[in-house]
Each structure stands twice: as C-alpha cells, then as structure tokens.
C-alpha cells in the first residue's frame, strides 16, 4: 500500500484529505509541524510527501532543502493561488509538483497518480533492460542506439530515438506527456510548449517512409501511445 506523508497546519483540510486518499487505497499521514514532518520524511516510509509551504516552527521550502539532502523521496507543493516565487523556488528546490490551494481532492489524487507512474518509469528505465525489443515492425537494438522499420534503419536525433525507444518499452500503454517531457527531453512539460509533439510528428515522418501504418496514436489530455498488433 503506498504511503503519503501530508505536512499541513491546516487540520481541517489534513482530515479532508485523509478521507478521500483512504478511500482511494492509499495509506495516509498527517503532521501539523515543519520539524516534525521534516523528521518524518526522512526516514522514507513514505511513498510520497505533501507538504504547504506556510508552516509553524520551519517553513516548507526550508522543509524541502533539508530534506533533499537525505532523500529523493517524491515531494508535491502545495501553494497559496498566485504565489509564483514560491512555486518556483520549489521547483528549483526539488519539488516534482506543486498545487495550488484552494484544491480539489480528485486533482491532488490525480496529480499524485502522475508523480507515482513517473517514479516507477524511471525506476524502470534504471534497471537493466533488454538490448533488442521488437512492436510491430519496429527494431530496438540498445546497443547500437538503431530503431529500424521493416529492416530499413530510422535516421533519429537523440531526442526522437529517446521518445521512441520509451514508448516501444511501454507498448500498449499511454505514456503521458509530462512523463515522455521529463524523461526523454530532460525537462518538465511548460504550457504552451509544442516541442514534444514536433518530435513526435518528426518519427511518425520519418516511420511513414517505410511503413505507412500509423503506430503512435495521441490521446488527448494523456499523452500518446504506441499501438501493438497494429500494421
């Protein structure tokens, strides 16, 4: 069962949260003191730590500097609407999300969902892996850093071959696109910013050559999905 760690004076909105996370299978923590949550999150048995920014006895980017220098923990923010500074020095600070308050529990499960399936996929793309894999008519070879389509090798850029070699390891899942920005372009997803999809319009160019067959399918809101069994 995962483990989350809320450090949050707010008692009434701690209880909130309790309720609905525990409804949602996860097992819940609240503390109501920034050195108190800070001791806590240290010892990593938690999964993942909500934690405000305005707290008595330590503030949360204090919190949140002191805890990056013991654990990677997964940290999401929660702010007052508007206070960009804070966001994002913790942002710079480590934080993987923040949220602003006043908040909907169905957003903070959801935000909570995308930082958990981002951790396990970089936990995944640490562990050893496959040299060779082969979807449909496409060819991993890790080893020379070579994607191939029906035997005929695609000319990628680092970028494209990194999108395209994460998406052929998760066939026949979405893979969002705050994930595919974080892990394969090195930096989180902006609003506005359309440089994942010009990748991804530049391999589904560059596939086409070979076989016309359309493989990656965009599925709006989420994030884009490689097609299995499809040809």
Same mark, same amino acid.
């Given at each position: 069962?995962? +483990? ?6 707010d008692v009434a909105l ?13 097992q819940f923590t609240a503390v109501h003191?920034? &050195?108190? =949550? ?18 008595? =006895? ?27 500074? %804070? ?7 480590? @934080?993987? #999300? ?5 908040? +909907? ?24 892996? @496959? ?11 890790? @080893? ?6 029906? #035997?005929? &090798? ?22 969002? $696109?705050?994930?595919? +920005?974080?892990?394969?372009?090195? $930096?989180?997803?902006?609003?506005? %910013? ?10 589904? $160019? ?6 016309? =067959? ?14 299995? =069994?499809?040809?």
């Amino acid at each position: 069962m995962t +483990s989350i760690l809320m450090i949050d004076d707010d008692v009434a909105l701690t209880q909130l949260v309790a309720e609905y996370l525990q409804l949602d299978g996860y097992q819940f923590t609240a503390v109501h003191q920034g &050195p108190e =949550g800070l001791e806590l999150a240290k010892s990593n048995a938690f999964q993942l730590v909500l934690l405000d920014i305005m707290l008595p =006895g330590m503030d949360g980017l204090t919190v949140l500097k002191q805890l990056r220098q013991h654990s990677y923990c997964p940290v999401l923010m929660l702010t007052a609407r508007g206070d960009e500074i %804070d966001r994002v020095v913790g942002l710079e600070l480590g @934080a993987d #999300d923040y949220l602003a308050k006043p908040f +909907s529990p169905r957003e903070l499960v959801a935000r909570i969902k995308a930082i958990l399936r981002r951790v396990e996929l970089v936990q995944q793309q640490q562990q050893p892996q @496959a040299s060779s894999l082969q979807v449909n008519q496409l060819k991993l070879d890790s @080893a020379k850093r070579q994607i191939s389509v029906l #035997d005929n &090798p695609l000319v990628l850029t680092a970028t494209e071959y990194q999108i395209l070699e994460l998406l052929m390891r998760h066939a026949g899942d979405v893979v969002s $696109k705050e994930d595919l +920005s974080q892990l394969a372009l090195g $930096k989180r997803l902006q609003l506005y %910013d359309r440089s994942l999809d010009m990748h991804i319009s530049n391999i589904r $160019k560059k596939i086409a050559q070979y076989d016309e =067959g359309e493989k990656i399918q965009t599925l709006r809101g989420l994030g884009y999905l490689l097609l299995q =069994g499809e040809n």
